[in-house]
């Protein structure tokens, strides 16, 4: 399978644990993006990496919150003194360049799996 | 700032007739909208994108959408109806250089026998 993974695919914590979530993207694809969809809503941004470097993370990040990609390949999502709010379904996605006129364009973004976090 | 408005929380269809899902933008300059789909604990899946090209986009499956920048919509559209049709549909735009995508609050289609 060559699409985006994600492990786990779902994982049951008790509040104040701490949790890491692996994304392994499409190979050869030097971006890679993490979004948080809650119950009943649309996926929203936390962060995004062009291969090793976080280049932007939303406000919905907090501190306990952080991401790493080393090698910019695969990337990790910490968090850290879990709490019920951060109970979601956390999504990788990945995406690629290709050369247009006037520059590079980042063609769509191709979703993993998910890992669904329950926090008890 | 860039925007999607969903207006249809739940839109349901008889297998066989058409569907129309409803989707305003909002966007400075000239967006680049997709569609993705997501069936239940399944992963997203890209329906169509509109890059500024040919304002009709066919899509995967049967679906289209129509660009129409001077009602700054882009609503999703299939002539006829499956029972495999019935997911939860997101209208996204991406956001200027750092491609994130912005998700509308999404659209639950129902498909009835």
């Known amino acids: 399978d060559t699409g985006v993974s994600q492990d786990p695919r779902h994982k049951i914590t008790k509040r104040g644990q701490n949790v890491t979530f692996r994304c392994d993207p499409i190979s050869e694809h030097n971006r890679l993006y993490w979004y948080r969809q809650t119950l009943g809503q649309g996926p929203e941004f936390l962060t995004y990496?062009?291969?090793?470097?976080?280049?932007?993370k939303s406000r919905l990040l907090s501190d306990r919150f952080s991401a790493e990609r080393p090698k910019g390949s695969f990337s990790t999502l910490e968090i850290q003194r879990t709490e019920q709010g951060d109970s979601a379904m956390y999504l990788c996605?990945?995406?690629?360049?290709?050369?247009?006129?006037?520059?590079?364009?980042?063609?769509?973004?191709?979703f993993g799996p998910g890992t669904r976090l329950t926090v008890l | 700032a860039q925007s999607v408005t969903q207006l249809d929380s739940h839109v349901s269809v008889s297998e066989g007739t058409p569907v129309l899902l409803r989707c305003n933008y909002s966007?400075?300059?000239?967006?680049?909208l997709f569609w993705y789909v997501q069936h239940p604990n399944k992963g997203l899946q890209l329906l169509l994108k509109?890059?500024?090209?040919?304002?009709l986009v066919k899509g995967i499956n049967g679906f289209e959408a129509e660009f129409k920048k001077s009602e700054t919509s882009f609503h999703l559209t299939k002539p006829s109806a499956h029972m495999s049709d019935a997911a939860e549909y997101f209208c996204v735009v991406r956001s200027g250089n750092t491609g994130k995508l912005i998700f509308g609050q999404g659209t639950t289609l129902q498909v009835k026998p």
């Open positions: 966007s400075s300059y000239s967006p680049s």
């Open positions: 990496f062009q291969n090793e470097a976080q280049l932007e």
């Open positions: 509109y890059t500024s090209a040919a304002t």
């Open positions: 996605a990945s995406s690629f360049p290709s050369a247009r006129e006037g520059g590079l364009t980042y063609n769509e973004q191709f």
